[in-house]
């Protein structure tokens, strides 16, 4: 579909629940300000199909599985968008009792994209084991932005500015073993999340930069109470900051 603001969603109008099954939908918006869901608004108790989501244009949001899953599993999706300051989620908006985030592949080109493997919020739930790909300026994370007793799946992050393992906020979380890499001048690297707190345990994460002026976290900027993994960190260039 061509134009703006238009809404695509793959199986269910409103909502999916009692066991149902998304299908295989192909879902493809050009234009701005369009929201692409490759099942359902809510799912509950259901499991996503895998899903092709594209946009090309600015200001899309594209889900791969719902805005809200609830006791369900995410399909594994591939989501792509081309231009600027798109948002793509791997499974939802917000994954809850006892969720799981499917094995989802994305993608995006241009600059101030934001790539989520799985949920902006995750309560009780677990993260799949996710590939982002993106270009310079891009900003990537491997599960979520905040993680509350969940578990982040073991994710390939390759091309971004700013990419996080798992998400910004872990609250008594454990990481997932990610994969890591930039090429580039001043690009953050992260491990695990920003912050990790209340007994959260980080993974064993792999950290590769080249280029100059790059800054490597192998678990969090912050920690309190809690617990860093087995990381490797590597920068092959000049003035790079590593912290293990």
Avoid: P
Wanted: proline share 0%.
């Amino acid at each position: 579909v061509s134009g703006n603001g238009k809404l695509l969603i793959g199986d269910a109008a409103s909502s999916m629940s009692d066991n149902s099954q998304g299908g295989a939908d192909t879902l493809t918006a050009t234009g701005d300000s369009s929201y692409l869901f490759g099942d359902a608004s809510g799912m509950f108790n259901s499991q996503g199909g895998a899903d092709s989501l594209t946009a090309d244009g600015s200001s899309n949001t594209l889900w791969g599985d719902a805005n809200v899953m609830s006791a369900s599993t995410g399909g594994s999706d591939t989501i792509t968008a081309t231009g600027t300051s798109n948002i793509l989620y791997g499974d939802a908006f917000k994954m809850e009792s006892n969720s799981i985030g499917g094995s989802d592949t994305i993608t995006a080109s241009g600059s101030s994209n934001t790539l989520i493997g799985d949920a902006n919020i995750m309560t009780a739930s677990t993260g799949g084991n996710d590939q982002l790909t993106g270009t310079a300026g891009n900003t990537m994370y491997g599960d979520a932005l905040e993680m509350y007793d969940s578990t982040g799946g073991d994710d390939v992050m390759t091309g971004g500015y700013e990419m996080t393992g798992d998400a910004i906020i872990m609250s008594a979380s454990t990481g997932g073993s990610d994969t890591i890499t930039a090429t580039g001048d001043i690009n953050r690297l992260v491990g695990d999340a920003d912050s990790m707190r209340d007994n959260s345990i980080g993974g064993a994460d792999s950290l590769t930069a080249t280029g100059n002026d790059n800054w490597l976290f192998g678990d969090a900027d912050h920690m309190s109470d809690s617990t860093g993994g087995a990381d490797s960190l590597t920068a092959d260039g000049s003035s790079n900051t590593l912290w293990g």
